[in-house]
């Protein structure tokens, strides 16, 4: 069950199920935006509801002490260099709501970087970054309606397929995915119905303790993506994302799930929209490193019908390239395979004991899914990742 929210002078109630589980954090007060911007000097503390505008200044550091909140109408300014160290605990994080805009604009000589504050940093120390917007999801009927997030309980969703949230350039995102709960987790970025007139470009995820990367619904675009060590997936979507991922490295270490794990909705909740439409993102230049053929691991997973077009692709070091799961019901993920919608173009397999898994009570050859093996690069990390990233 999800639940509708508006944003007005209301709280939402803490208790609210959500793309995985339910959460149990503190209920948000959220109130109409009035006034102006507001500087905050550096070698500040910063957290809380924001009703007000927030500029931080460029290449200056500062603590974040609580979640902050950038409520509707407001902006969140984060120049280039500026680093925000965040105080331990999964209800440490920043959220852009719906309606709010975050300007992260970083460069890469001089990124934005979001980290622990721990002197000796962990992955899990604190929450993550979540942008909320207005952009088609699948878990709930459609038009104006929303659900509410696992983090928060904010409201996302909605019908706006250009919505945006501003800005995410250069961005590094470090030792996220603290817990709220045995059910809630924190992802590095997580991105919640999160419209395509949103820039997202140069990010890093690095050593996060959840998802490095998840996509709630939305159509938001994003290129130069780096994940290194989430101790979950990498890359995650599910309620109907629609967007363009290109240029995306990911390097498993110790501890780690899927390179990519998609679902075509979230089966906690049910596809819900009408009429019913699936996840189907175009991937394309993407390299993932595993730890090798020998552990029992799968690149990317594909169920719950997703669909998706693939291209480009470099898997190195697993058991499973790719890993089909679904049924002829409500997870049709073969037919998606069947149709055309669920396809991979140019992929090389270094180190890959099975090339593809069809666990999804379809018959279909490895042919009628793959074409052009033997024919991928993946990405060139090499030159874009230079600078800005960690290793």
């Known amino acids: 069950m999800k639940t509708k929210v508006l944003i007005m002078s209301l709280a939402i109630a803490a208790l609210a199920f959500t793309s995985c589980e339910s959460d149990t954090t503190a209920p948000i007060i959220i109130e109409n935006n009035q006034g102006g911007d507001v500087v905050i000097p550096s070698d500040s503390n910063i957290g809380g509801v924001k009703t007000t505008s927030l500029t931080l200044e460029l290449g200056k550091e500062y603590t974040l002490t609580e979640a902050l909140i950038m409520t509707e109408g407001t902006t969140l300014t984060i120049p280039a260099g500026v680093i925000i160290k965040a105080n331990p ?16 604009e970083g460069t890469a000589s001089s990124p934005v970087v979001l980290t622990s504050a721990v002197s000796t940093p962990n992955a899990g120390d604190w929450g993550g970054l979540i942008l909320l917007g207005k952009a088609p999801i699948n878990s709930v009927a459609g038009g104006s309606a929303t659900s509410t997030s696992e983090i928060g309980g904010l ?10 949230s501003g800005k995410v350039r250069y961005v590094r995102v470090e030792y996220s995915g603290g817990a709220a709960d045995a059910s809630s987790e924190n992802n590095g970025f997580s991105f919640y119905g999160v419209g395509n007139g949103t820039i997202v470009e140069n990010i890093q995820a690095f050593e996060g303790k959840d998802d490095g990367i998840e996509f709630f619904g939305g159509t938001v675009n994003a290129s130069f993506i780096s994940v290194i060590g989430a101790q979950d997936d990498s ?12 240029n995306i490295y990911i390097e498993h270490r110790v501890e780690h799930d899927k390179g990519i794990e998609a679902d075509g909705y979230n089966t906690d909740i049910g596809n819900n929209s009408s009429p019913v439409f699936w996840s189907k993102p175009t991937v394309t230049d993407v390299t993932i490193v595993g730890r090798g053929s020998a552990t ?3 690149a990317i997973r594909l169920r719950a019908g997703t669909q998706g077009i693939f291209n480009n692709i470099s898997i ?9 799961d679904g049924d002829t019901g409500n997870s049709p993920t073969g037919q998606g395979v069947l149709n055309g919608d669920l396809v991979v173009s140019g992929v090389i397999f270094t180190d ?3 090339k593809m898994k069809n666990d999804t009570e379809f018959s279909f050859n490895e042919e009628d899914f793959i074409s052009g093996d033997g024919n991928g690069t993946g990405t060139n990390y090499v030159s874009w990742g ?3 990233t960690r290793n």
């Open 89 to 104: 605990g999964a209800g440490v994080y920043i959220a852009i709501a719906q309606g709010a805009t975050i300007l992260a």
């Open 296 to 298: 029992a691991n799968e």
């Open 155 to 164: 409201p996302y969703g909605g019908d706006d397929i250009a919505d945006g």
């Open 352 to 354: 890959v004991t099975l």
């Open 316 to 324: 190195q070091g697993f058991e499973e390239g790719f890993d089909l």
């Open 235 to 246: 890359i995650d979507w599910t309620e109907g994302y629609s967007g363009n991922l290109t």
């Open 386 to 388: 230079s600078g800005w």
